[in-house]
């Protein structure tokens, strides 16, 4: 009998590896190869590549039936560099953001209709923020989401609202298409966003662009704080000193030439 389906963490776990051992042969594997060299069966190694090549992870030279590396994993890394040189250049003015303002820092990118924090700097005290780099955040709820949708086209910020969906996270969260778009106008005349406890009851936020040599936003910069730390004595302090370290930011990122497109 044919062997089954490796069930789904079993077929994670050989892909990678499969992956792995590709990219230390430069000629390629064949079926019959990667099964003896893995000690996998031949069925399941087989059930394992299809998939792999027809997401563009690996790519089977029809001629010799070897299986190389994709162009899919250049655009991973691709990706994931643009990130890393992102932080790396962003991290130096968070610290000094932080310092100045004594709340928690974050740094995001969109991906695929997300925000995702790519680093964190907390501030020293009793209110820590629940967040990690790595979290996937709403965009239309938290003020880094918002600095990321505001220089869109309208019609593509509208795209993802409507297929992402305005979820009510608070009673205070914009659940309306047309409402926010409104306010991303504003956001967009201020050079800032805020979320006024949209995502979190007690918390508000604002968040900042930061722009790549193109003129196109790459990041966001938010602050994360109390409602007593950002009430209307600190508000404008904290907004300025957050957009001048995302202008900042983004002087530097074009000074240093780190990749920032991010998908």
């Not at 594997?29 to 069966?41: C, D, G, M, Q, V």
């Not at 590396?69 to 968070?94: C, I, N, T, Y």
């Not at 239309?140 to 086209?153: E, F, N």
Request: overall charge positive; proline content about 3%.
């Amino acid at each position: 009998m044919p062997d089954k389906v490796p069930s789904t963490a079993t077929a994670v776990e050989r892909a990678l590896t499969i992956l792995e051992a590709a990219a230390q042969r430069r000629e390629g594997l064949t079926n019959s190869e990667i099964s003896r060299r893995l000690a996998i069966p031949k069925s399941s190694a087989s059930y394992i590549l299809r998939v792999l090549d027809r997401r563009g992870y690996l790519r089977r030279d029809a001629a010799t039936g070897r299986y190389r590396l994709g162009l899919r994993l250049l655009s991973l890394g691709k990706d994931a560099q643009s990130s890393v040189d992102l932080a790396e250049v962003a991290l130096p003015f968070m610290r000094a953001l932080v310092e100045k303002i004594h709340m928690a820092v974050h740094l995001a990118v969109l991906d695929q209709g997300e925000a995702v924090y790519v680093e964190k700097v907390e501030a020293s005290g009793f209110f820590k923020v629940n967040t990690w780099v790595g979290r996937r955040m709403y965009l239309h709820s938290t003020s880094v989401g918002k600095a990321l949708l505001a220089w869109m086209p309208t019609s593509e910020a509208e795209a993802i609202l409507r297929q992402q969906g305005l979820k009510k996270r608070t009673p205070k969260t914009i659940t309306s298409v047309p409402r926010l778009v409104a306010e991303l106008e504003c956001v967009r005349e201020l050079g800032h966003s805020v979320d006024d406890e949209e995502n979190s009851l007690g918390a508000r936020c604002v968040g900042a662009p930061i722009f790549d040599s193109s003129g196109a936003v790459v990041a966001a910069l938010g602050a994360s704080g109390t409602l007593s730390q950002t009430d209307d004595a600190n508000l404008a302090r904290i907004v300025e000193a957050l957009k001048d370290a995302a202008r900042k930011i983004s002087r530097q990122l074009v000074k240093s030439g780190a990749a920032t497109a991010v998908s």
